[in-house]
């Protein structure tokens, strides 16, 4: 019986299923997280064999011990995992603490967590990326815009998200920003790149091979989402684009990726750029080798009539997945921010999509800057009914 230890498997919420699945599979599950042991889910504690509360996830030595008891009562680890961006760095140290093999290790983090690494990996390829600057001094800055032209991106090179994005249209932009960022934080500048993005989703088996492969396509910029305050969606593809598999798969032995759960993203210009490609040609943006944030992993079930946390636990398990992928369709996700004025109550929007409607509740505080603050998610058959259902629920009265 392999021994499997999830890091923080509370949070998202959803994240229970990925326990569930692996004790179906004959897993010893052993929890490791903050939350007292009576607020996990019923159906969560029910799916560990073990918990170890700490005090913070935030302190190392904590979580450190949690995994040497973990050790002394069950034995070796066979699998160490939190499928989550903000704690991949900690995954990766306690791995290589206890010599656990099966995912990524410290020397590994570099080209997997910075983005100013991981476009050489990209490039071996042949899939371009946007050019860059290293955030100096207002000189150095400057010099790079002369070169790219406003405006520019800047965020965190280690960053989760959007957080602390800023897109830079003056100057007078630079220096605000110069002068408020945190200067312990190295910061990345790219050109600006006009486009949408799209993603490769993918479960890989320890060959590098796709166990299971979709995708999503975010028509809006999650950093105008977050520095805007604005409403949020995205939407998981019927059929994923042949070039976005292909790239996918490209960057998948690129970056030498196996036994793991993966969201790769990718520009897809909306207009010709010099250097970077025509209208319709995909950018390298970044790679997240974890599932899809939030509730994705959900609305990847909805659009693949399947499971994909039975097949990341098969994936452990097997090496092979034992769930097959059904019907497909488009799924949605869309996310109203409080305090706006829109045209269709929430109420009606309930009535009007009855249908179609999946899942209806509130995101959680912790995501709701990206992700805004009343989430619906639905499914349909073709382009046009997901255009009309976003054109609805973003309606705002005059």
Known sequence: MKNVIFLSPNFPENYWKFCYELKQNGMNVLGIGDAPYDDL????????????????????????????FFIFKYGPIDWLESNNEYWLERDAALRTAFHITSGFQCEDIPRIKY???????????????????????????????KEVGWPVVAK????????GTYKLRSEDDLRSFLSRKNPSVPYIMEEFVHAEVCSFDA????????????????????????????????????????????????????????????????????????????????????????????????????????NVYKVWADMIALDRSTQAAGKRCFCVFAGRRDGKDFLLSHEEVL????????????????????????????????????????????????
């Open 41 to 68: 889910l019923p159906e969560l504690r029910e799916s560990l064999t073990e918990y170890y509360r700490v005090d913070s996830l935030e302190n190392y030595d904590q979580v450190y011990r949690a995994v040497a």
């Open 115 to 145: 983005k100013s690494r991981m476009k050489e990996y990209y490039q071996k390829v042949g899939i371009p990326t946007a050019r860059y600057h290293m955030v100096d001094d207002e000189k150095g800055c400057l010099a790079f815009i």
């Open 156 to 163: 965190p090179d280690n960053g989760v998200g959007a957080n």
């Open 203 to 306: 479960i890989v088996n320890s060959h590098g091979i796709p166990m299971f492969a979709s995708g999503n396509i975010t028509p809006d910029s999650l950093m105008d989402v977050v520095n805007n305050a604005g409403n949020c969606r995205y939407y998981i593809v019927k059929d994923l684009a042949d070039d976005v598999r292909a790239a996918g798969m490209a960057a998948v032995k690129s970056f030498e990726v196996k036994s793991r759960f993966i969201h790769f993203e990718f520009f897809r210009l909306t207009q010709d750029q010099p250097g970077l490609g025509k209208k319709g040609a995909l950018v390298g943006l970044e790679v997240n080798m974890r599932p899809p944030g939030g509730i994705t992993p959900e609305l990847l079930n909805y659009a693949n009539s399947t």
């Open 351 to 398: 009535e009007k999509y009855a249908a179609h409607l999946k899942i209806v509740d509130r995101v959680p505080d912790a995501l709701s800057a990206c992700m805004a603050n009343q989430m619906y998610v639905a499914t349909f058959s073709t382009q046009r009914e997901l255009d009309r259902f976003y054109k609805d629920l973003f309606a705002c009265k005059a």
